[in-house]
């Protein structure tokens, strides 16, 4: 005898009710996978504005029941921005591009536990997601697939199921109560770089004024972008008039039309022509404050005025990346190495993952020139791998390159 399960679905899933009819209602595998894809694929799309963003964030900010869905809306609609794209790309590439490796205790690589993360996908996908919790806010990842002990996929639980200050991952926005991802450390780990809401919630406002200049643009462009054309007829007819108003709209951009005699055609041409200006600078403005915002600078992306300021700039994103990258390490450190731990992966106590030390050549020749000319003979992997030459014969240790002084 089977034994059917049967499960009730109350409340509604993102606004909209869920029916199953028939003997569906009560198969829980299909109420589970369809709770799933309601969560997944009922977003509402239309154009989110200022008031959006405030009622979003009410709502995320309540004590008694904070919600995540609304305001992770907003968050993936500003996404379409494609400088706000670029810039967080930008920051978040310049970290998760970093060589990873595992060190032991005196600091030096263990190329065995390396390659326990080294170019696996799950790992990569990891550290993505991680980033991105400094825009989105707190994350929750999920190891999702397994070869025996071995870690195989990893994936983002949706960012708006997720409730931080609960430790909660809710399936409908409308619950206050859900499953407590504190309870599957092993399977679920929540990650967070900085704020539980992330810098889109101080982007969006930017983001959502410079979409609403960008329209104001394109009607200013329909408006007086092209040159008014007036035809004056001497007739007083309607049916003459609808005629020719016919043929002024078939022209198109085309520079010629065929008229009734008596008919005169009019270009009226805008005067007004650093108009454009005002929703220009405005844009520009915006950009620069998204740019402050995500990159604390502004001239790796907009246009700089000198070499020195350039600098600087350079050396201000250079600092921020370094806290990116000392954030993520505590994280893969305290959150990801003890599960990792758990799942039997072979790594020794006080073994931590640390970010490779790359060298650059044209610096790194000038120090090595030094220990060269101290009589030093440098490693075969060493300048392999520094270099990237390919050696096919070291110098011998007793004739070293550097020739030794004659005796009289």
């Known amino acids: 005898m089977t034994t059917q399960h049967t499960t009730d679905i109350k409340g509604n899933l993102v606004y909209k009710p869920l029916k199953l009819s028939g003997s569906d209602s009560r198969d829980i595998k299909k109420v589970t996978q369809l709770m799933l894809d309601v ?30 869905f609304l305001l992770q809306e907003v968050y993936d609609d500003v996404m379409l921005d494609g400088q706000l794209t670029g810039i967080t790309e930008n920051r978040t590439f310049r970290t998760s ?12 690589k263990d190329d065995k536990c390396t390659e326990y993360i080294k170019d696996k996908t799950w790992f990569e996908n990891f550290l993505k997601i991680t980033h991105e919790t400094v825009y989105y806010g707190t994350g929750v990842v999920w190891l999702k697939e397994f070869n025996g002990n071995e870690i195989l996929t990893t994936e983002q639980i949706e960012r708006g199921a997720v409730i931080p200050e609960k430790k909660i991952i809710v399936t409908d926005p409308s619950q206050s109560k859900g499953l407590s991802y504190l309870e599957f450390p092993e399977f679920l780990i929540e990650v967070q770089m900085y704020s539980s809401t992330g810098l889109l919630e101080k982007a969006a406002p930017y983001t959502i004024l410079k979409r609403h200049s960008w329209g104001s643009w394109d009607e200013f462009e329909e408006l007086f972008g092209v040159p008014i054309r007036i035809a004056k007829i001497a007739s007083q007819s309607d049916t003459v008039k609808n005629e020719v108003a016919g043929w002024l709209e078939e022209m198109g951009s085309a520079p010629y039309g065929v008229f009734p005699i008596g008919t005169e055609i009019e270009i009226k041409e805008n005067s007004k022509g650093d108009a454009f200006n005002v929703f220009y600078q405005k844009i520009k403005a915006l950009r620069e404050e998204l740019s402050m915002l995500v990159l604390h600078q502004t001239m790796t992306t907009e246009n700089g005025s000198s070499k020195s300021q350039g600098t600087v700039h350079e050396n201000t994103l250079k600092e921020l990346i370094f ?4 954030k993520m390490l505590s994280i893969l450190n305290d959150r990801l190495v003890p599960v990792m731990r758990i799942h ?12 490779a030390q790359t060298k650059d050549p044209s610096e790194q020749i000038k120090i090595d020139d030094v220990f060269l000319k101290s009589g030093y003979i440098l490693p075969k992997s060493y300048i392999e791998e520094v270099y990237g030459t390919e050696i096919e014969q070291m110098p011998n240790a007793q004739n070293p390159a550097v020739e030794k002084p004659k005796k009289d």
Do not use: C
Not at 323 to 326: G, L, R, S, T
């Open 323 to 326: 806290a990116d990258e000392k």
């Open 97 to 108: 591009n970093k060589d990873y490796i595992f060190v032991d205790k005196n600091g030096m």
């Open 39 to 68: 969560i997944k694929t009922n977003r509402r799309l239309w154009r989110k504005e200022i008031s959006d963003w405030q009622r979003a964030r009410q709502i995320r900010y309540s004590k008694d029941n904070p919600q995540n």
């Open 344 to 355: 039997k992966y072979s790594i020794p106590e006080g073994y931590k993952i640390a970010v």
